[in-house]
């Protein structure tokens, strides 16, 4: 695909979309697109199946109808196709953020580099050394999880995720656990992902400060009706919602003024 089409592909696609496990539905007919290097926030009440939503999204699971395409591609196919296609065109930091307990944080983000890059040695050294300074974790190289705090443990796992430089990061709940000082810079960090690397972000979230701050559009699903009932900017939701369920979630929320989204 030539950079000029890539454009015009959305990062992330879904028709259709029917998602719940078993015979329940959890969501029904979800329709959405994101373009490439947007930053789209999921929300809505716990249990609504936003994590669901993001794993058929990465093709850790199926939908029970409809289709998503990532850049173009069918993500269980990307994970089929095992070799690098998969990692490199999404990373994902799940809502526990796990990292592998036994390794430092530079195996930690090496370990995809090792498995999908093809480089070897020191490059690989060097260029994990170089994904764990963009998320400000420079001097952290040795360092095992136990050893950081829950904060440094969420750059980690972004370092790792975005360890092959993919079109598209999913964050679920990425500042969950986190003190208000230290999740804003998780909003400038990922601010800056998209600044840099012009990555499409689609990122699960409670907190409305981040929302707010670092979100262009905003989708909203609703266990009552079991469908994303919108998906708009934070100030077309703000002043303008039809949605009773929508209205009372964002209330009193402030829409930041924003200079227009730089990519
Ligand atoms: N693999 C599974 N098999 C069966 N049910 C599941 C599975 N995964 C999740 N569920 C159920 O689906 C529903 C939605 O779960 P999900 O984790 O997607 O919600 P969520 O919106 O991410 O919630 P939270 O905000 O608490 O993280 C829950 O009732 C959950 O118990
Ligand atoms: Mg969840």
């Given at each position: ?9 959305p990062?992330?696609?879904?028709e ?27 929300v809505?009440?716990?249990?609504c199946?936003k ?9 850790l ?5 409809g289709?998503?395409?990532l ?9 089929l ?15 526990d ?16 580099l090792?498995?999908y ?8 050294r ?10 400000g974790?420079a ?8 050893e ?26 990425p ?28 990122f ?20 009552e ?12 939701i ?10 009372e979630?964002?209330?009193g ?7 227009g989204?730089?990519?």
């Open positions: 695909m030539t950079d000029a089409v890539q454009q015009l592909v990062a992330v696609f879904a259709n979309l029917s998602v719940g496990h078993g015979g329940d539905v959890l969501i029904n007919g979800l329709t959405l697109s994101v373009g490439a290097g947007e930053i789209l926030a999921i809505g009440r716990s249990g199946g994590s669901s939503l993001m794993r058929i999204f990465i093709g699971e199926r939908p029970m109808a289709a998503v395409h850049c173009g591609m069918d993500p269980a196919e990307l994970l196709a095992g070799g690098v296609r998969a990692p490199s065109t999404y990373g994902v930091m799940f809502q953020g796990a990292l592998w307990t036994s390794m430092t944080l530079l195996e930690n983000v090496s370990l995809p090792l498995n890059s093809g480089l070897r040695g020191d490059d690989i060097d260029l994990a050394a170089f994904k764990l300074a963009l998320v974790l001097g952290s190289e040795d360092a095992y999880p136990h950081i705090s829950g904060g440094m443990a969420k750059r980690a796992a972004i370092a790792r995720a975005m360890a092959l430089d993919p079109a598209i990061l999913f964050l679920d709940e500042s969950a656990g986190l003190d208000p000082h230290t999740s804003r810079q998780l909003d400038e960090l990922i601010l800056q992902i998209r600044a840099c690397y012009g990555t499409a972000i689609v699960v979230s409670h907190e409305l400060r981040s929302i707010a701050h670092i979100a262009d559009r905003v989708a909203f699903l609703d266990m009706t079991k469908s994303m009932l919108q998906v708009a900017t934070l100030e077309e703000v002043t303008d919602s039809p949605h009773e369920a929508v209205r979630f964002f209330a929320v402030q829409v930041p003024r924003r200079e989204v730089e990519i």
